[in-house]
């Protein structure tokens, strides 16, 4: 299985802040990395696919980069709704395996 | 607009089998290429990836589970099920159906629809 880690684990920011996620794949997964949004009590939200295109309705202060094994989502000015757990996700091969996620919230 | 929305008991005995179905609304579970997945989150924790089938019924699933998995599919009602043997309470989870779709030629595969989830608590 290809283990996904995250850092940080958890960050406290300020609305208006840059924030920027790293996510670390134990081998190359090329650009099969997708990004999620998670609120407390709701489902994921789709962010970024194929590690840096934008899903459709997603604001476009959030961004994806990265190839290889390292990659990182970047929020260019968080906003009030931006706090959240932000996970990221292979889809290079079976099993499907995720990052254990980093929670975002207000400093 | 696609929409998933799981259904089943929120309460299933140890040893016992958890049984939950997914209804797809909006789109055709037919329409090809997709893969229809069953994923759960622990209260409190991350994501784990059960596993998935195609609308033709080949199926793939998570080797940690994978002797108590299956998932099936039926086009008729639109609808994928989850079946899950032996429960304990180390299955307790919210449980979620989402579409795993395909992007660009390089078929970058993403959930980019989910049910709302189900919690299912697993205690005698």
């Known amino acids: 299985d290809i283990q996904m880690t995250q850092s940080p684990s958890s960050l406290s920011a300020s609305v208006g802040d840059r924030v920027a996620i790293t996510c670390r794949a134990s081998?190359?997964?090329?650009?099969?990395l997708n990004w999620y949004q998670q609120k407390r009590g709701k489902a994921p939200k789709l962010l970024i696919y194929?590690?840096?295109s934008l899903q459709s309705g997603v604001p476009s202060r959030f961004s994806g980069s990265g190839s290889g094994t390292d990659f990182t989502l970047t929020i260019s000015s968080l906003q009030p709704e931006d706090f959240a757990t932000y996970y990221c996700q292979q889809s290079y091969s079976a099993p499907r395996t995720f990052g254990p996620g980093t929670k975002v919230d207000i400093k | 607009q696609v929409r998933l929305q799981e259904s089943g008991p929120g309460l299933v005995k140890p040893s016992q089998t958890l049984s939950l179905t997914c209804t797809v609304s909006?789109?055709?579970?037919?329409?090809?290429?997709?893969?229809w997945s069953w994923i759960r989150q622990h209260p409190g924790k991350g994501l784990e990836w059960i596993g998935y089938i195609s609308y033709s019924g080949s199926t793939n699933y998570n080797p940690a589970l994978k002797s108590r998995v299956t998932i099936s599919v039926d086009t008729s009602k639109n609808q994928f099920s989850l079946k899950l043997s032996s429960v304990t309470a180390a299955d307790t989870a919210v449980y979620y159906c989402?579409?795993?779709?395909?992007?660009?030629?390089?078929?970058?595969?993403?959930?980019?629809?989910w049910g709302q989830g189900i919690l299912v608590t697993v205690s005698s």
């Open positions: 909006g789109g055709s579970i037919s329409s090809g290429g997709y893969y």
């Open positions: 989402a579409r795993d779709s395909p992007s660009g030629f390089l078929e970058w595969y993403s959930f980019d629809y």
């Open positions: 081998q190359s997964i090329r650009t099969y």
């Open positions: 194929a590690a840096s």
